[in-house]
T-cell receptor, first 111, second 117 residues
Framework: RKEVEQDPGPFNVPEGATVAFNCTYS??????FFWYRQDCRKEPKLLMS???SGNEDGRFTAQLNRASQYISLLIRDSKLSDSATYLC????????????FGRGTSLIVHP | GAGVSQSPSNKVTEKGKDVELRCDPI?????LYWYRQSLGQGLEFLIY????????KSGLPSDRFSAERTGGSVSTLTIQRTQQEDSAVYLC???????????????FGQGTRLTVV
């Protein structure tokens, strides 16, 4: 089993749609969770951290379920500019400071 | 600048040649990571530096790969006797050391696109 797994997609949605991505991780000792965004041929950039209580940043909501070891990202009112690959990132756990990246989920928002 | 700087941005080399890739992290960031990303693939961890501690080299794919970090700042990734399968984008990231939380967000450079012909 891979350490961090994501559905690669692509998710093809119209503008204004709500879309959700999930990510599962294998290390139950993992401590930190993030969503990164990567545009085509660009470097990854932090989208948001994921907290146990769940957190929201504008149209984006992140949730963490430790019991089931998954993380979710919800995007409401999708914009064309949201088209990108969304990377789930989990730290190694057990004192590890090495972030492990999922392969990413591709989102395409069309007019 | 304020961000992570990598050079060169593009490198084309002949199979069998050695290459050096440079990363200049954000000032004050003690942690530095190297990843590589092949076309359509996820980020593959290569090596991690934290302050003056011994680096975590567990991700290096072969002994042709090595990296150093001088003075706790600039890092150089060296690939000896390059092979075509080494072609990828090599990404460097830096962060403040995580404390308790384990990892604080990493900031990435724009990468070096390596093509081995």
């Amino acid at each position: 089993r891979k350490e961090v797994e994501q559905d690669p997609g692509p998710f093809n949605v119209p503008e204004g749609a709500t879309v959700a991505f999930n990510c599962t991780y294998s290390n139950s000792a993992s401590q930190s969770f993030f969503w990164y965004r990567q545009d085509c041929r660009k470097e990854p950039k932090l989208l948001m951290s994921v907290y146990s209580s769940g957190n929201e940043d504008g149209r984006f909501t992140a949730q963490l379920n430790r019991a089931s070891q998954y993380i979710s990202l919800l995007i409401r009112d999708s914009k064309l500019s949201d088209s990108a690959t969304y990377l789930c990132v989990v730290n190694g756990g057990g004192g590890s400071y090495i972030p492990t990246f999922g392969r990413g989920t591709s989102l395409i928002v069309h007019p | 600048g304020a961000g992570v700087s990598q050079s060169p941005s593009n490198k084309v080399t002949e199979k069998g040649k050695d290459v050096e890739l440079r990363c200049d992290p954000i000032s004050g960031h003690t942690a530095l990571y190297w990843y590589r990303q092949s076309l359509g693939q996820g980020l593959e961890f290569l090596i991690y530096f934290q302050g003056n501690s011994a680096p975590d080299k567990s991700g290096l794919p072969s002994d042709r790969f090595s990296a150093e970090r001088t003075g706790g700042s600039v890092s150089t990734l060296t690939i000896q006797r390059t092979q075509q399968e080494d072609s990828a984008v090599y990404l460097c990231a830096s962060s403040k050391k995580g404390s308790g939380q384990g990892f604080i967000q990493a900031f990435f450079g724009q990468g070096t696109r390596l093509t081995v012909v």
